[in-house]
Nanobody
Framework: QLNVAESGGGLVQPGGSLRLSCVAN????????IGWFRQSPGKQREWVAT???????YYSDSVKDRFIVTRDNGKNMGFLQMNTLKPEDTATYLC?????WGQGTQVTVSS
């Protein structure tokens, strides 16, 4: 069965860090780019970062210089390292691979 699944969310204080993971099940990840998005209640889904098949990374202005997107094709996984987190980063984070979405993982930044 083909699907993707995120993990690694949680509650963190402002200024803290989290590392999100996304695993690709049933297909070889190295053929596909990985997109990370986030969504908050009442807001549109927002693009966060992308890593392409050549390991080139792209970031939205809101997370540039704070987040780092990586991939491990051998493990069929993608990662989003989030540093210097702010309350406005609070959202459900989703990854997209092979035009498939995971269920998302909740990130809450609060003191």
């Amino acid at each position: 069965q083909l699907n993707v699944a995120e993990s690694g969310g949680g509650l963190v204080q402002p200024g803290g860090s989290l590392r999100l993971s996304c695993v690709a099940n049933g297909f070889a990840l190295h053929y596909y780019a990985i997109g990370w998005f986030r969504q908050s209640p009442g807001k549109q889904r927002e693009w966060v970062a992308t890593i392409d098949t050549d390991d080139r990374a792209y970031y939205s202005d809101s997370v540039k210089d704070r987040f780092i997107v990586t991939r491990d094709n051998g493990k069929n996984m993608g990662f989003l390292q989030m540093n210097t987190l702010k309350p406005e980063d609070t959202a459900t984070y989703l990854c997209n691979m092979h035009d498939m979405w995971g269920q998302g993982t909740q990130v809450t930044v609060s003191s």
